[in-house]
């Protein structure tokens, strides 16, 4: 025989778990979720791949960390975790939901900046906001920012996907990568690159041209 619990007793537990504190999502993920709300969790399975190859027991840099929407991920698995962006108000949304003790957030342009040893540093959909000419800047504050034997997963939407994307999705990509630009960059300053894609939330080893996104691996920095 079963004993019905009331819905009001097991709300009263998830709250005495996780106390009365609320999200409140900033402009970025407040308009994904209304308007295009599959991409919370394409964008929930990159950074658990993130965190499954390069965040366990480690120090991780976030480079354009946004609202900090992928940061609960990352720091699950991390010893400390530290995200960066330019994007202020981003930067205080991220703060109000994700802070702990193990995580800091800091707004400003991390271009040609040095932030500290990290033994990971991820970055997802950033590099293709970069300009071109500052690309080579990206990739060396990657690798600045890296220990001798740290992990970097770079992810960027692919070139073969652009056709399908939306106009503003369009207006804000100013250099979109497909397989091979990706991989020339980053074996520029790594010895090893490991090419992945994901289509949707899958992430497979499949032909470079059919991936929707890109999410390579680099270590053994040069």
Same mark, same amino acid.
């Given at each position: 025989?079963?004993?019905?619990?009331?819905?009001?007793?097991?709300?009263?537990?998830?709250?005495?778990?996780?106390?009365?504190?609320?999200?409140?999502?900033?402009?970025?993920?407040?308009?994904?979720?209304?308007?295009?709300?599959?991409?919370?969790?394409?964008?929930?399975?990159?950074?658990?791949?993130?965190?499954?190859?390069?965040?366990?027991?480690?120090?991780? %840099?976030?480079?354009?960390?946004?609202?900090? #929407? $992928? @940061? !609960?991920?990352?720091?699950?698995? *991390?010893?400390?975790?530290?995200?960066?962006?330019?994007?202020?108000?981003?930067?205080?949304?991220?703060?109000?939901?994700?802070?702990?003790?193990?995580?800091?957030?800091?707004?400003?342009?991390?271009?040609?900046?040095?932030?500290?040893?990290?033994?990971?540093?991820?970055?997802?959909?950033?590099?293709?906001?970069?300009?071109?000419?500052?690309?080579?800047?990206?990739?060396?504050?990657?690798?600045?920012? %890296?220990?001798?034997?740290?992990?970097?997963? #770079? $992810? @960027? !939407?692919?070139?073969?996907?652009? *056709?399908?994307?939306?106009?503003?999705?369009?207006?804000?990509?100013?250099?979109?990568?497909?397989?091979?630009?990706?991989?020339?960059?980053?074996?520029?300053?790594?010895?090893?690159?490991?090419?992945?894609?994901?289509?949707?939330?899958?992430?497979?080893?499949?032909?470079?041209?059919?991936?929707?996104?890109?999410?390579?691996?680099?270590?053994?920095?040069?």
């Amino acid at each position: 025989m079963t004993h019905p619990t009331s819905e009001s007793s097991l709300w009263q537990g998830v709250k005495d778990l996780i106390g009365d504190t609320a999200l409140t999502l900033g402009q970025h993920w407040s308009f994904n979720l209304r308007n295009d709300p599959k991409r919370l969790p394409f964008v929930l399975a990159r950074y658990k791949f993130a965190a499954r190859m390069a965040c366990k027991n480690r120090a991780v %840099l976030e480079l354009g960390c946004s609202e900090g #929407i $992928g @940061t !609960p991920i990352l720091a699950e698995f *991390a010893a400390h975790y530290t995200g960066i962006d330019m994007d202020a108000p981003a930067i205080e949304a991220a703060k109000v939901n994700f802070s702990a003790e193990n995580r800091q957030f800091l707004a400003g342009d991390f271009l040609g900046k040095s932030l500290g040893t990290f033994s990971s540093v991820v970055s997802l959909d950033v590099v293709e906001h970069i300009v071109p000419e500052m690309e080579d800047a990206y990739f060396d504050t990657v690798a600045m920012n %890296l220990s001798d034997d740290g992990i970097a997963v #770079i $992810g @960027t !939407p692919n070139k073969t996907s652009e *056709a399908y994307a939306s106009p503003m999705s369009k207006a804000g990509h100013v250099n979109v990568f497909d397989g091979a630009h990706l991989m020339k960059a980053m074996s520029r300053v790594f010895h090893n690159v490991l090419p992945f894609g994901i289509n949707d939330e899958v992430v497979h080893t499949g032909y470079s041209p059919m991936c929707h996104y890109l999410v390579y691996v680099g270590c053994n920095r040069r």
